[in-house]
């Protein structure tokens, strides 16, 4: 199955500034899913990136707080905007993982907390 | 609204204990379940689960699914300290390659 190496792993930002989040994934996938763990609770999908295409949100993500880049198709890339309290969650990246389908594949993450 | 719920969001089991994690759905178009673990961040698979009735079992791990019912079970038998974590329930939309996840089941083994 694929590997997916995110970065960073975790980081401590002021509020108003942004961060962008890294996934590079060791083989070509068409799709590639970003999501949100805020504290104590499950996943929830931000947007699903495809190459050469605009990102589809989800309902209540917008581009201009979460803009995403995928220039080709082993990598990507989710920034989070003028950042607030409210941000600080964990932020994983996903792929399918292949080969007969065994499941979708999760980045390490990034435990982002806002100060 | 697609939703997936989970039971119970907690559990403190001693060492040695089997478990019982259960997760029931209603989606607009289901293609499969899926459950993870999940110690730090990222969670890792367990199991994808397609078809009603068959058991899917990996070591003391073994799930199934119901889809007349609509849920699943995924039973631990005899626990160990390393099975503390998250576990998560995830149900994929058809058409759309998206998970709805559960809660989450915070199972925590004592020795």
């Known amino acids: 199955s694929a590997v997916i190496s995110q970065k960073p792993s975790r980081d401590i930002c002021q509020r108003g500034t942004s961060l962008t989040i890294q996934c590079q994934v060791d083989?070509?996938?068409?799709?590639m899913f970003w999501y949100r763990q805020q504290p104590g609770q499950s996943l929830t999908l931000i947007a699903t990136?495809?190459?050469?295409?605009?990102?589809?949100?989800e309902s209540g993500f917008v581009i201009d707080k979460f803009p995403i880049s995928r220039p080709n198709l082993t990598f990507s890339t989710l920034t989070v905007s003028n950042m607030s309290p409210e941000d600080s969650s964990i932020y994983l990246c996903?792929?399918?993982?292949?080969?007969?389908?065994?499941?979708?594949?999760f980045g390490s993450g990034t435990r982002l907390t806002v100060v | 609204e697609d939703k997936v719920v989970q039971s119970p969001l907690s559990l403190v089991v001693h060492e040695g204990d089997t478990v019982t994690l259960n997760c029931s759905y209603e989606?607009?178009?289901?293609?499969?379940l899926l459950w993870y673990k999940q110690e730090k961040k990222a969670p890792t698979f367990l199991f994808m689960l397609?078809?009603?009735?068959i058991e899917k079992k990996s070591g003391r791990l073994s799930s199934i699914l119901d889809k007349k019912e609509l849920f699943s079970i995924l039973n631990i038998t005899a626990t160990q300290t390393g099975d503390s974590a998250v576990y998560l329930c995830?149900?994929?939309?058809?058409?759309?390659?998206?998970?709805?996840f559960g809660q989450g089941t915070r199972l925590t083994i004592n020795p």
């Open positions: 083989s070509q996938v068409t799709m």
């Open positions: 995830a149900v994929e939309i058809q058409g759309a390659q998206k998970l709805v």
């Open positions: 989606v607009t178009n289901f293609r499969s």
């Open positions: 990136a495809n190459q050469g295409s605009e990102a589809t949100y």
């Open positions: 397609t078809s009603s009735g």
């Open positions: 996903s792929v399918d993982s292949g080969q007969g389908f065994n499941g979708y594949t």
